[in-house]
């Protein structure tokens, strides 16, 4: 029996902000807007996975076990537009790499790869 891949799920203190952002940063979709409990993003309303966003009393406290992975057309065109949305760059000890570890504004590690043309 196959499993269909719903979402992840991404713990946040303010899930609506926080959804907001990966919103913008993606270019995707809201398909739930409960911005006080849970909020999901989507690449189209009817296209799974989703990103779901969900409250927690928690601060994040190490790094992330699990991170999503993006490859661009130019890595650092986009590093410096995600930059600008509020993301920081961080060192999780990845060391001289062709990818750049940023984090959203909750602190939660990404990877923006090589370039696809690269």
Do not use: Y
């Amino acid at each position: 029996m196959p499993l269909d891949w719903e979402q992840t799920i991404i713990d946040a203190h303010d899930p609506g902000a926080l959804g907001r952002w990966w919103q913008h940063a993606l270019g995707w979709v809201v398909v739930i807007d409960d911005p006080e409990e849970e909020f999901e993003i989507r690449s189209s309303p009817d296209r799974r996975p989703g990103l779901l966003f969900v409250r927690v009393p928690e601060s994040k406290s190490i790094k992330n076990r699990l991170h999503l992975d993006f490859r661009p057309d130019d890595r650092d065109v986009e590093v410096e537009r995600l930059i600008g949305l509020g993301a920081t760059r961080v060192d999780v000890g990845q060391g001289e790499t062709s990818w750049v570890v940023l984090a959203d504004p909750e602190g939660n590690e990404f990877c923006v790869l090589g370039s696809a043309s690269a």
